[in-house]
């Protein structure tokens, strides 16, 4: 039986795989607070709304503010939000050595949001959910495994 990790709270266990986790992360020429910054000001095209999420100090503020309607959504959403999670996982596991060894010490166990506030990147709390956060997190896992296995001799 394949083992399973669960995670949610920063102050958990594994807490370094939430997108809440403070880990300031280098992308597109600019600093963000955290994964969750990035993730939710890519949601527009609005670039001042975007530099309002990224210099929100919480990302549960940020979070709020990505989840507004009161600024218009990029249309292409939908199609792109998965690959701007994978990117910025991606950034955080490479950029983060510490991080990354966690990630890779987790070997093929099943990596689990467990949370029943989202249905579509965690568990929806009963294991119902789609999980993508989780997957998200193993596809990076492996693209890592892969980097490493490479520079092996």
């Not at 549960?60 to 999670?85: F, H, N, Q, Y």
């Not at 994978?86 to 966690?102: D, G, S």
């Not at 249905?119 to 495994?145: A, F, T």
């Amino acid at each position: 039986m394949t083992k399973e990790i669960k995670f949610y709270s920063t102050k958990e266990e594994y807490g370094c795989f939430s997108n809440f986790a403070a880990y300031p992360i280098n992308l597109n020429g600019k600093l963000w607070p955290t994964t969750e910054h990035y993730f939710q000001a890519q949601k527009f095209f609005d670039t001042d709304y975007q530099e309002k999420i990224r210099l929100e100090k919480s990302p549960t503020i940020a979070a709020r503010l990505g989840r507004s309607r009161g600024v218009k959504l990029r249309p292409d959403w939908e199609t792109v939000k998965e690959s701007i999670m994978e990117e910025a996982v991606l950034a955080k596991f490479t950029q983060y050595l510490e991080l990354k060894k966690i990630l890779l010490e987790t070997g093929n166990a099943i990596l689990i949001e467990h949370t029943e506030n989202d249905s579509y990147w965690g568990d929806g709390g009963n294991g119902n959910g789609k999980n993508r956060l989780g997957q998200v997190l193993m596809i990076v896992r492996e693209k890592l495994s892969q980097i490493e296995n490479s520079a092996q001799p």
